[in-house]
Nanobody, 127 residues
Framework: QVRLVESGGGLVQAGGSLRVSCVASGGTLSVYTMGWFRQAPGKEREFVATISWSGSSTDYADSVKGRFTISRDNAKNTVYLQMNSLKPEDTADYYC????????????????????WGQGTQVTVSS
């Protein structure tokens, strides 16, 4: 069974940058749409970004458009989220997820479209 492991989280000052990664083991992510979600304390898990299996289609939450970039390296079985111009409201646990269906040409914003999740990596942005 595929296992997703996130890394790269940490503490950063407002305006700074971080890149979080998600690597798959025990299975592939190369033919699946991938997504990043986040969950702040006391809040629901929310969509952040998604990328189709080929990388040709990406989509973002309005709150991160222009600041975050999702990318993938299928040869390395890895998906990335580059986060720039970070704000204190970006503070959350960040989770990667693999879609349930393979070879989709589009990304997914609904977490119900994903059936494999990582354990999360914490991102804290100080003001």
């Amino acid at each position: 069974q595929v296992r997703l492991v996130e890394s790269g989280g940490g503490l950063v000052q407002a305006g700074g940058s971080l890149r979080v990664s998600c690597v798959a083991s025990g299975g592939t992510l190369s033919v699946y749409t991938m997504g990043w979600f986040r969950q702040a304390p006391g809040k629901e898990r929310e969509f952040v970004a998604t990328i189709s299996w080929s990388g040709s289609s990406t989509d973002y939450a309005d709150s991160v458009k222009g600041r975050f970039t999702i990318s993938r390296d299928n040869a390395k079985n890895t998906v990335y989220l580059q986060m720039n111009s970070l704000k204190p409201e970006d503070t959350a646990d960040y989770y990667c997820a693999r879609a349930a269906l393979a070879y989709s040409r589009s990304g997914y914003k609904n977490r119900n479209d994903y059936n494999r999740w990582g354990q999360g990596t914490q991102v804290t942005v100080s003001s």
